[in-house]
């Protein structure tokens, strides 16, 4: 198959991670090309990690520009063509007929947009909602109108939960069999105690310290705070603590600012591999209020790196850590206000300092918990999705 994976951006993020593990195990067996929506919105780190057999495609930045400027002169002018739009949409159908593709699979509601109004009806269209409808909708991106447009034109649906499923109900009044349920997923990866060492040394971090980590995006709603507030709460005399904090954003920083006194509270910004770090930590964080979260891709790699998560009970976190079966991890109530509690969460925490046997049980069932995000399995699942809207 000729698979064109079309996404808003490539930013570091969950589902741009999603993307990047997809396209590259796809292309074991297909040809895959990427389409950036928004070109001026790709990361180097990001696009570096693409293996060579999957071509990145997006409008240039140069042209994107020039015609944007255009355009508002034009509009100055009262005259109103959309250049830009027009050239977009030139370039985009040039290459779905260059690379004669078959299917598209779109992600995050930029592209979902963009791909649904200038396809077509040749190739089938498949959207993956990552859950971000809910926070473009609250965030005024757009209105129920727009997504509804969306979801009358595309042939099938994959949602990473039933909440996110529910949501797309409920805006769009679609209630029909086409949307499956496909987890995101990473490749199965190992870091050597070597690399571990090295890691742990670089960081002043001993033989016998305990270490907190989070990972995630740089805004507020990520919970942040209420990690750095939970960990300063902890109290114990007979172990050394650490937090370890890997993001990148002006908010990270004005907090690495106002705790660059806590020694053991490490600010790494953006790393370029964030697994190796995870390797070292004993217990991943994600007290978040994010209201677009479902299926964060840090507690996977968490999963993947046989560490248990601490993290709010919204979205997929319960069954991905498997709660009610074999947790993986221990789950966040939010407040009245929708934010998990500090103090509950720096309990939660002192639980795994003070409770071996606990931690040992958690940390031992993350392999059977990452069984189901090992993207040889999750590819495998989209393909039958493909062919299906293919038959």
Same mark, same amino acid.
């Given at each position: 198959?000729?698979?064109?994976?079309?996404?808003?951006?490539?930013?570091?993020?969950?589902?741009?991670?999603?993307?990047?593990?997809?396209?590259?195990?796809?292309?074991?067996?297909?040809?895959?090309?990427?389409?950036?929506?928004?070109?001026?919105?790709?990361?180097?780190?990001?696009?570096?990690?693409?293996?060579?057999?999957?071509?990145?495609?997006?409008?240039?930045?140069?042209?994107?520009?020039?015609?944007?400027?255009?355009?508002?002169?034009?509009?100055?002018? !009262?005259?109103?063509?959309?250049?830009?739009?027009?050239?977009?949409?030139?370039?985009?159908?040039?290459?779905?007929?260059?690379?004669?593709?078959?299917?598209?699979?779109?992600?995050?509601?930029?592209?979902?947009?963009?791909?649904?109004?200038?396809?077509?009806?040749?190739? /089938?269209?498949?959207?993956?909602?990552?859950?971000?409808?809910?926070?473009?909708?609250?965030?005024?991106?757009?209105?129920?109108?727009?997504?509804?447009?969306?979801?009358?034109?595309?042939?099938?649906?994959?949602?990473?939960?039933?909440?996110?499923?529910?949501?797309?109900?409920?805006?769009?009044?679609?209630?029909?069999?086409?949307?499956?349920?496909?987890?995101?997923?990473?490749?199965?990866?190992?870091?050597?105690?070597?690399?571990?060492?090295?890691?742990?040394?670089?960081?002043?971090?001993?033989?016998?310290?305990?270490?907190?980590?989070?990972?995630?995006?740089?805004?507020?709603?990520?919970?942040?705070?209420?990690?750095?507030?939970?960990?300063?709460?902890?109290?114990?005399?007979?172990?050394?603590?650490?937090?370890?904090?890997?993001?990148?954003?002006?908010?990270?920083?004005?907090?690495?600012?106002?705790?660059?006194?806590?020694?053991?509270?490490?600010?790494?910004?953006?790393?370029?591999? /964030?697994?190796?770090?995870?390797?070292?930590?004993?217990?991943?964080?994600?007290?978040?209020?994010?209201?677009?979260?479902?299926?964060?891709?840090?507690?996977?790699?968490?999963?993947?790196?046989?560490?248990?998560?601490?993290?709010?009970?919204?979205?997929?976190?319960?069954?991905?850590?498997?709660?009610?079966?074999?947790?993986?991890?221990?789950?966040?109530?939010?407040?009245?206000?929708?934010?998990?509690?500090?103090?509950?969460?720096?309990?939660?925490? !002192?639980?795994?300092?003070? !409770?071996?046997?606990?931690?040992?049980?958690?940390?031992?069932?993350?392999?059977?918990?990452?069984?189901?995000?090992?993207?040889?399995?999750?590819?495998?699942?989209?393909?039958?999705?493909?062919?299906?809207?293919?038959?």
């Amino acid at each position: 198959m000729n698979i064109l994976i079309s996404m808003s951006n490539l930013y570091m993020g969950g589902a741009q991670t999603f993307v990047v593990n997809l396209s590259e195990a796809l292309s074991k067996r297909h040809r895959v090309y990427i389409y950036c929506v928004l070109p001026d919105q790709v990361e180097s780190s990001l696009k570096n990690r693409l293996p060579a057999s999957v071509r990145l495609i997006f409008f240039p930045t140069w042209l994107d520009n020039l015609t944007a400027n255009i355009d508002h002169f034009l509009v100055k002018k !009262n005259i109103r063509l959309w250049i830009n739009d027009l050239c977009k949409k030139i370039h985009y159908l040039f290459y779905l007929k260059l690379y004669n593709v078959r299917i598209i699979n779109s992600h995050l509601f930029h592209s979902d947009k963009f791909i649904t109004e200038k396809t077509g009806s040749r190739i /089938p269209v498949i959207i993956t909602d990552h859950g971000d409808y809910n926070y473009v909708i609250e965030q005024g991106f757009a209105d129920i109108t727009v997504v509804r447009k969306i979801f009358d034109v595309v042939n099938h649906v994959v949602y990473i939960s039933e909440n996110n499923k529910n949501r797309i109900k409920e805006l769009t009044g679609r209630d029909d069999g086409k949307f499956t349920l496909i987890n995101n997923g990473i490749p199965r990866r190992f870091i050597s105690q070597t690399e571990k060492d090295k890691i742990s040394s670089g960081l002043n971090i001993k033989p016998g310290d305990f270490i907190f980590g989070m990972v995630a995006r740089g805004i507020p709603e990520k919970g942040w705070e209420i990690a750095i507030s939970a960990f300063l709460n902890l109290n114990t005399k007979d172990i050394t603590l650490h937090l370890i904090l890997v993001g990148d954003s002006d908010y990270l920083k004005e907090l690495h600012e106002r705790y660059i006194d806590h020694k053991n509270i490490h600010f790494l910004g953006q790393v370029s591999d /964030p697994l190796s770090i995870m390797s070292i930590i004993h217990v991943g964080l994600l007290p978040s209020y994010f209201q677009g979260e479902s299926m964060p891709m840090a507690v996977i790699e968490f999963l993947c790196c046989d560490v248990p998560v601490i993290a709010t009970d919204t979205g997929s976190l319960g069954s991905m850590l498997e709660i009610n079966i074999k947790p993986a991890g221990q789950l966040l109530k939010p407040d009245d206000d929708n934010k998990p509690c500090v103090d509950t969460l720096s309990s939660l925490m !002192n639980n795994y300092i003070m !409770n071996q046997s606990l931690y040992t049980e958690h940390k031992n069932n993350c392999r059977f918990c990452f069984s189901r995000f090992d993207i040889d399995n999750v590819t495998k699942e989209y393909e039958k999705v493909f062919l299906k809207c293919l038959s």
